[in-house]
């Protein structure tokens, strides 16, 4: 049984983070819970979603003036990397790396979540930004350069 379930501790009062984020700890708690003869395509799903959730944060960091490189992106672009490899070890039959990382996801997940993810929330809110329309309401509070850190103060740019 996964040790993460979804709690108001996760909520980033983002709606479309929120869901997108309580989709991710129940697909991990499936994989988490998973026989396994349904692993691996319990893990294939988990790594689809999170490609996507991913993909959908980094979008919104790219329209409101994070810089491609920042910390939060790298972060998303390595935790990918790392769950692609878990792919390739379950297809060789190590289910065991499978559980190991999701075991580890389920510790990095809420530290990721409320430090990156409420710093890029409290952004969008700031800023104004409609995640469903895609657009920006208060372009006066777009930072001027580009934010390169994770966006919050515990990791400002150096």
């Known amino acids: 049984m996964s040790a993460l379930r979804w709690s108001d501790a996760l909520s980033l009062e983002l709606s479309r983070m929120d869901e997108t984020h309580r989709e ?14 349904d ?15 991913f993909g959908q ?19 998303h672009r390595v935790v990918l990397k790392v769950l692609r490899e878990g792919l390739s070890a379950g297809a060789a039959g190590r289910l065991d790396a499978i559980r190991q990382l999701a075991r580890e996801l389920a ?25 469903v329309a895609g657009e920006v309401t208060r372009p006066g509070r777009l930072p001027a350069d580009a934010i390169t ?4 103060a515990s990791c400002a740019d150096a």
Do not use: I, K, Y
């Open 24 to 37: 991710f700890v129940d697909l991990l708690a499936v994989v988490a819970d998973a026989a396994d003869a």
């Open 39 to 53: 692993l691996l395509a319990a893990w294939e799903r988990l790594v689809e979603h999170t490609d996507a959730h």
């Open 57 to 75: 944060e980094d979008r919104w960091m790219a329209q409101t003036r994070f810089a491609s490189t920042n910390c939060h992106a790298t972060q």
């Open 107 to 131: 510790l990095w997940f809420p530290q990721h979540a409320q430090t990156m993810d409420a710093a890029l929330a409290l952004h969008l809110r700031n800023v104004g930004f409609d995640p």
């Open 149 to 152: 850190g994770c966006g919050s």
